[in-house]
C-alpha cells in the first residue's frame, strides 16, 4: 500500500530555514510527480509545490516562490521541501501529496492527488 | 492564478439529507476539477476527479457535476461519516488552487 511519512518539521525562528523530507514506498516513486500541500492552524488547503517525476520541471505557489525549494532523490524514494527565509504565515501542517498519473509532463497539472501523508507541523515563532 | 469560490463556508443538515456544495473558478477550468474530503487531525483524501469520476472505494452517494467554471458536488443521503470538510481543487493549471473549504455539521 501506498505510504507517505513526512518528517522534519519543528519550531523554527522567523527568518530561519527547515528541511522536510518524505518518506515513500508501495509504488514506483520515480514514475509520479509528487507535491507539497499546507494547512495553516484552524484554515483551508493551501497547495505549495510540485516537482516532476524526473525532477525537470517545478512550479510553486505565489507565497514561497524564492523561498522554498522542492527536490526529489529518485534513489533513495524521498521528497524534500527546503525552506529558506521562513515567515510567521509560513506555520502549518505541510503534507506530502503523490499526483495522480504516472510519468505526467506538464505544463498543466494532472487529474488530482491520490495519496496524502498525515503531515509534520513546521511552528514559526521567536 | 485561478481562483475557486466554494459556497456555502459551511452548512447543517441531518443524516439523510441530500447535500450540494458548489464550487465556482475564476475561468473557464474545462472538467479540470477535483474533490476532497477532510476530517479533523487527518489527512485529506481523493473523493471526485475530473469533475464526475468516483474515486475508488468512495461510496456512490457522492457524485460530482459540471464543467466550464462551474462545479458540483453532492451526497445524495448524508450518513454520519460524511460529517468533514470538503475542497474543490483546480487541476487546470499551476499555481493549483482550493477552495476555501466546506463544513458539514450535524443539525
Known amino acids: 500500500q501506498v505510504q507517505l511519512v513526512e518528517s522534519g518539521g519543528g519550531v523554527v525562528q522567523p527568518g530561519g530555514s527547515l528541511r522536510l523530507s518524505c518518506a515513500a514506498s508501495?509504488?514506483?516513486?520515480?514514475?509520479?510527480?509528487m507535491n507539497w500541500v499546507r494547512q495553516a492552524p484552524g484554515k483551508g488547503l493551501e497547495w505549495v509545490s510540485f516537482i516532476q517525476f524526473d525532477g525537470t520541471t517545478e512550479y510553486y505557489g505565489a507565497s514561497v516562490k524564492g523561498r522554498f525549494t522542492i527536490s526529489r532523490d529518485n534513489s533513495k524514494n524521498t521528497l524534500y521541501l527546503q525552506m529558506n527565509s521562513l515567515r510567521t504565515e509560513d506555520a502549518a501542517v505541510y503534507f506530502c501529496?503523490?499526483?495522480?498519473?504516472?510519468?505526467?509532463?506538464?505544463?498543466?497539472?494532472?487529474?488530482?492527488?491520490?495519496?496524502w501523508g498525515q503531515g509534520t507541523l513546521v511552528t514559526v515563532s521567536s | 492564478a485561478i481562483q475557486m469560490t466554494q459556497s456555502p463556508s459551511s452548512l447543517s443538515a441531518s443524516v439523510g439529507d441530500r447535500v450540494t456544495i458548489t464550487c465556482r473558478a475564476s475561468q473557464d477550468i474545462r472538467n479540470d476539477l477535483s474533490w476532497y474530503q477532510q476530517k479533523p487531525g487527518k489527512a485529506p483524501r481523493v473523493l471526485i476527479y475530473a469533475a464526475s469520476s468516483l474515486q475508488n472505494g468512495v461510496p456512490l452517494r457522492f457524485s460530482g457535476s459540471g464543467s466550464g467554471s462551474d462545479f458540483t458536488l453532492s451526497i445524495s443521503s448524508l450518513q454520519p461519516e460524511d460529517f468533514a470538510t470538503y475542497y474543490c481543487l483546480q487541476d487546470f493549471s499551476y499555481p493549483r488552487t482550493f477552495g476555501q473549504g466546506t463544513k458539514v455539521e450535524i443539525k
Open positions: 508501495g509504488f514506483t516513486f520515480s514514475n509520479y510527480g
Open positions: 501529496v503523490k499526483d495522480w498519473d504516472d510519468f505526467w509532463r506538464g505544463p498543466a497539472p494532472s487529474n488530482g492527488l491520490d495519496y
